[in-house]
């Protein structure tokens, strides 16, 4: 079995930052990509940022030049820096990643529990 374990959400003035960290631990025998996707009340989960183990990101446009994704692949943790927090930033993020469990083993997605994230105005 795979976790992921989310941390570092919380509630912060607008204008404020917060970062997030997710650490995937279990039997995990390569890790392909990591990624941030948040769903706020009434809308579909949405991506915000990913990485891949090759380091290449993607952001959402709402949250390119704000936020800053990385990752620890050692310690198989990804990082989500999220700077200048708007109202609309609010929503629980969940931690997601892309890998297999054995060699030649099938690729699956996984999901943490979700961190809430609110921003006041």
């Known amino acids: 079995q795979v976790q992921l374990v989310e941390s570092g959400g919380g509630l912060v003035q607008a204008g404020g930052s917060l970062r997030l960290s997710c650490a995937a631990s279990?039997?995990?025998?390569?890790?392909?990509?990591m990624g941030w996707y948040r769903q706020a009340p009434g809308t579909e989960r949405e991506l915000v940022a990913r990485?891949?183990?090759?380091?290449?990101?993607s952001y959402a446009d709402s949250a390119k030049g704000r936020f800053i994704i990385s990752m620890d692949n050692a310690k198989r943790t990804v990082y989500l820096q999220m700077n200048s927090l708007e109202p609309e930033d609010t929503a629980v993020y969940y931690c997601?990643?892309?890998?297999?469990?054995?060699?030649?083993?099938?690729?699956?997605?996984?999901w943490g529990q979700g961190t809430q994230v609110a921003v006041s105005s």
């Open positions: 279990g039997s995990i025998f390569s890790m392909y990509a």
């Open positions: 990485i891949t183990s090759g380091d290449r990101t």
């Open positions: 997601q990643t892309t890998c297999s469990r054995r060699i030649l083993g099938k690729v699956e997605d996984y």
